[in-house]
């Protein structure tokens, strides 16, 4: 088993969508990215920054699934990273109604000292450079790092992004983003060129179509599971890279045939994610609940054709 | 071995893409569903009317290839259903250019006695009840009626959609339609109101995101293979209903494991079809380019995870 560092926000998210509508309840990449990792009772450290305002039963929340918390800072006298959002009818797009950056603004980040010889390194979406003080802390050089950005990186530190692009193994982005970052529009010619921008494997998510891992020549899909409704869809990105990192921590293997594996915990992860608001159905998940979905996967996608 | 019936458009095509443009050439949907189909040796039958312009070389193109041509009208003073359309640069939108239905107008599909008996009926995109008069012409129950049908029908003989839906047990739609045809978003629900309108089989067609087939509770999912390039997608989906259809007759096998696999060969001869105009790919597809491309598919989709 590998440790793994976890670097992402810690937030307040409140969540309109057709359903319904929250409060300011707990949000975050780096707080989905951890609770799917705990999923596989793996060592996980997550570093982040919080405010005064943060309740203890959040704090709580994570380091009763055994995620270290020294890492993430507490700003008495500050606010918390707030984000809220509002969801359109297909849950394919939404409008973001508030950024708050709160605390975030400072954020440096240190990785507690037990964690810089971690293996696997999962850095949520967040300034690159921000993302590479992080990569400059571990004092070994892990097996994976693992890097989730978005469009507005792209927009407005692209220079940095390919700073930080240099020194990772995996990058996970979005189909559109993948697009935007090498403007070409085929994901197979999309994903070559993010190849030559440093990560050997790349991860295109595709939200409801599903996600693909490129390497090299190779390429593996994994579906997004067919759901009767999905009630949130907010973290399940996150999810998604927090199942795969924490994969990849639990087997200690980044081989691209494990990493087909990992995109497949991935993807069962994010399909439970999405059924309630938040985080809330990422916190009662059981371990029985995981493994018959994974069946469902199986049926869903595995087939035998004699070829002759 | 079954017997296989196809009924649909035989047609000229004008396409423009991004990467070029034709004059008119051989196109239609029972035009690629027979080209897909006669991978498979199957005895074919094509049921479809074209003018006295229709070129002798394109009625020996599918003779050639053992499909039985017996069925398809040819109208001296008539003039053949033609068809042009531009792709956008995503590929996925395409504007209608020309629709002259000419002989097609008056088409009474006659299925040859010989064929009468068919196990498969594959019903190409054609009126709802112009595929109704074929279902009433088969002397023996088949095994397998499949319906391939569009957004236009919809809007414009939808009480008719609904009294061939009664008769067959697979439809191919795309999600949009699936949707347009249910009111529901979430493909689940709609594939389980469509069976609800007759067929026990529903395969949604999502395009480059790949295709679904849903029977019962049951899902299966088949990726579209990432391309480097799509040239041209005309004839994509009936190349695909053309895999599947031919698959099911050259099996006689209609379960619903065997189903999958008739997704899979649907999907990998559509990705064929794809790499040049219309027709020009399928024409030239050799038997062990197809087993090495479904090596590709397996490749893609099948991961082996132990669940403990």
New interface residues.
């Given amino acids: 088993m590998s440790k793994l560092v976890i670097v992402g926000t810690v937030a307040f998210d409140a969540i309109e969508t057709p359903f319904g509508k929250t409060d300011k309840i707990l949000g975050g990449a780096a707080t989905f990215i951890g609770l799917a990792a705990s999923q596989f009772k793996v060592d996980s450290s997550i570093v982040s920054i919080v405010g005064g305002d943060f309740p203890q039963e959040y704090l709580d929340l994570l380091s009763d699934r055994n995620i270290d918390i020294t890492g993430v800072e507490i700003v008495k006298d500050g606010k918390t990273f707030f984000w809220s959002g509002l969801y359109h ?3 394919n797009s939404r409008d973001t109604l508030v950024t708050e950056l709160n605390v975030l603004a400072d954020f440096e980040p240190v990785v507690p000292e037990a964690y810089r010889d971690a293996e696997i390194v999962m850095l949520g979406n967040l300034h690159p450079l921000t993302q590479l003080s992080v990569i400059e802390q571990m004092t070994t050089k892990p097996k994976a790092i693992i890097l989730d950005t978005m469009n507005f990186w792209m927009d407005n530190a692209l220079e940095d992004l390919h700073k930080v692009m240099k020194h990772i193994d995996v990058i996970t982005i979005n189909d559109e983003e993948a697009r935007q970052l090498t403007g070409e ?5 999309a994903a070559r060129k993010i190849h030559e921008m440093g990560p050997q494997y790349v991860v295109i998510k ?1 939200g409801e ?2 996600a ?1 891992l490129f390497h090299k020549d ?4 994994a ?1 997004a599971l ?5 009630f949130d869809p907010t973290g399940a990105g996150d999810t998604f890279a927090g199942g795969f990192a924490g994969y990849l921590a639990r087997t200690g293997d980044t081989s691209f045939e494990n990493m ?2 990992a995109v ?2 991935g993807s069962t992860l994010a399909s439970f994610c999405v059924e309630k608001f938040g985080t809330q159905r990422m916190e009662t998940l059981k371990a029985d609940e995981v ?1 018959k979905r ?2 469902q996967f ?8 004699k ?2």
């Fill in positions: 009818n297909d849950m529009y085929s994901l197979v010619v595709k179509h599903g693909l190779n390429a593996f899909y579906p067919p759901l009767e409704e999905v087909k594996n497949i915990y493994r994974l069946q199986k049926n869903l996608t595995q087939f035998e054709i070829l002759t």
